[in-house]
């Protein structure tokens, strides 16, 4: 019996891929092989793809998504949320540098805004319309810093920050118009 088992393995190990394939694992192989392709569009959507990218420290080097972050201090570097970090020196969005951004004062306020007491920053770039003093996330993308309202860091034209109000789903209104993801809508 022994005997036996030992050779059905080997000649299973030998079989070439087709040989071996059944209807119950050739899903699985299908799904593996779809999974380390992200560049078929038809994929996109798979959990893989979707992974959490995160810092990894280990010893004197700082890694963002297997790739090295050049520059970073290992020894002072922390990470925020958003995929904001900062070591003692420099501010890095999703591991590369911010330009002209204070590691000190560096704050993340959410949905991929932050300040840094100067400037605001949305996913890693300045916003040079927005005014860092009174600025506020509103949710759902939207933001406002008193003087314009802004949806995903761009400026939403026209809008009356006074009466500007967030609902759900994408949508926002003022005393004049209605808003979807930051558009005017007719």
Same mark, same amino acid.
Do not use: W
């Given at each position: 019996?022994?005997?036996?088992? !030992?050779?059905? !393995?080997?000649?299973?190990?030998?079989?070439?891929?087709?040989? @071996?394939?059944?209807?119950?694992? @050739?899903?699985?192989?299908?799904?593996?092989? &779809?999974?380390?392709?992200?560049?078929? /569009?038809?994929?996109?959507?798979? +959990?893989?793809?979707?992974? +959490?990218?995160?810092?990894? !420290?280990?010893?004197?080097?700082?890694?963002?998504?297997?790739?090295? &972050?050049?520059?970073?201090?290992?020894?002072?570097?922390?990470?925020? +949320? /958003?995929?904001?970090?900062a070591d003692d020196f420099t501010v890095y969005y999703e591991g590369k540098k911010i330009g002209g951004a204070t590691a000190m004062s560096f704050k993340v306020l959410g949905d991929g805004?932050?300040?840094?007491?100067?400037? &605001?920053?949305?996913?890693?770039?300045?916003?040079?319309?927005?005014?860092?003093?009174?600025?506020? &996330?509103?949710?759902?993308?939207?933001?406002?810093?008193?003087?314009?309202?802004?949806?995903?860091?761009?400026? !939403?034209?026209?809008?009356?920050?006074?009466?500007?109000?967030?609902?759900?789903?994408?949508?926002?209104?003022?005393?004049?118009?209605?808003?979807? +993801?930051?558009?005017?809508?007719?």
């Amino acid at each position: 019996m022994r005997t036996l088992l !030992i050779s059905t !393995i080997l000649m299973l190990s030998l079989a070439t891929p087709a040989e @071996t394939v059944t209807a119950a694992n @050739t899903h699985s192989r299908q799904t593996a092989s &779809v999974c380390q392709n992200p560049q078929r /569009d038809s994929h996109k959507k798979h +959990k893989r793809h979707k992974r +959490k990218r995160h810092y990894i !420290i280990t010893g004197d080097k700082v890694y963002y998504d297997r790739q090295a &972050v050049s520059g970073a201090s290992a020894s002072s570097f922390k990470e925020m +949320k /958003d995929g904001y970090a900062a070591d003692d020196f420099t501010v890095y969005y999703e591991g590369k540098k911010i330009g002209g951004a204070t590691a000190m004062s560096f704050k993340v306020l959410g949905d991929g805004y932050a300040t840094d007491g100067f400037g &605001v920053y949305y996913k890693g770039r300045e916003m040079k319309d927005a005014t860092e003093s009174g600025f506020k &996330v509103l949710g759902d993308g939207y933001a406002t810093d008193g003087f314009n309202a802004f949806y995903k860091g761009r400026e !939403i034209e026209d809008a009356a920050v006074t009466s500007f109000k967030v609902l759900k789903d994408g949508y926002a209104r003022d005393s004049f118009n209605a808003y979807y +993801k930051g558009r005017k809508m007719d």
